[in-house]
């Protein structure tokens, strides 16, 4: 999948992020890893836990986006640090499966992380990067 005319923003895998009733997505190449709550001790916001050779700073996406969520049962955990040196890990409500996009569409505003809007599933989705929230 592909642009003709060279365009990078085609073809680019991202990865369903479910918070409360919203969807965020994020490149695919931001993921680290994603852990199921049922599997962790300590997965609360502001907890830091071990793995392997990392620790990883606990945050809820939904307070960071100002969503609304009830439920989490997974933790993404991002490629980077954060300003404190800890990974940044999000609890969220579920994860979808990756999906590639075909573009990436501009959005109006200055929201330091939010990257413009995907195409998922029928509906436009919010492509946000992770890291700009935690390096700020």
Same mark, same amino acid.
Request: charged fraction near 25%; aromatic fraction near 2%.
């Given at each position: 999948?592909g642009?003709?005319?060279?365009?990078r923003?085609?073809g680019?895998?991202?990865?369903?992020?479910?918070?409360?009733?919203?969807?965020?997505?994020?490149?695919?190449?931001?993921?680290?890893?994603?852990?199921?709550?049922?599997?962790?001790?300590?997965?609360?916001?502001?907890?830091v836990?071990?793995?392997?050779?990392?620790?990883?700073?606990?945050?809820?996406?939904?307070? @960071?986006?100002?969503?609304?969520? $009830?439920? !989490? +049962?997974?933790v993404?955990?991002?490629?980077?640090? #954060?300003?404190?040196? *800890? &990974?940044?890990?999000? @609890?969220?409500?579920e994860?979808? $499966?990756? !999906? +590639?996009?075909?573009?990436?569409?501009?959005?109006? #505003?200055s929201?330091? *992380? &939010?990257?413009?809007?995907?195409?998922?599933g029928?509906? $436009?989705?919010?492509?946000?990067?992770?890291?700009?929230?935690?390096q700020?």
């Amino acid at each position: 999948m592909g642009d003709q005319r060279g365009d990078r923003r085609s073809g680019i895998d991202v990865l369903p992020l479910f918070v409360g009733d919203e969807t965020y997505a994020v490149k695919l190449d931001r993921v680290a890893t994603v852990l199921r709550t049922g599997v962790l001790d300590d997965a609360e916001p502001g907890s830091v836990i071990d793995v392997r050779d990392h620790t990883v700073e606990i945050a809820d996406a939904a307070s @960071l986006l100002g969503a609304n969520s $009830d439920s !989490t +049962t997974a933790v993404v955990v991002f490629h980077g640090c #954060g300003t404190d040196g *800890h &990974v940044p890990g999000w @609890l969220v409500s579920e994860v979808g $499966d990756p !999906t +590639t996009v075909d573009e990436i569409r501009a959005t109006v #505003g200055s929201i330091r *992380h &939010v990257r413009g809007k995907v195409r998922i599933g029928g509906d $436009d989705v919010v492509l946000i990067d992770p890291l700009r929230i935690h390096q700020s």
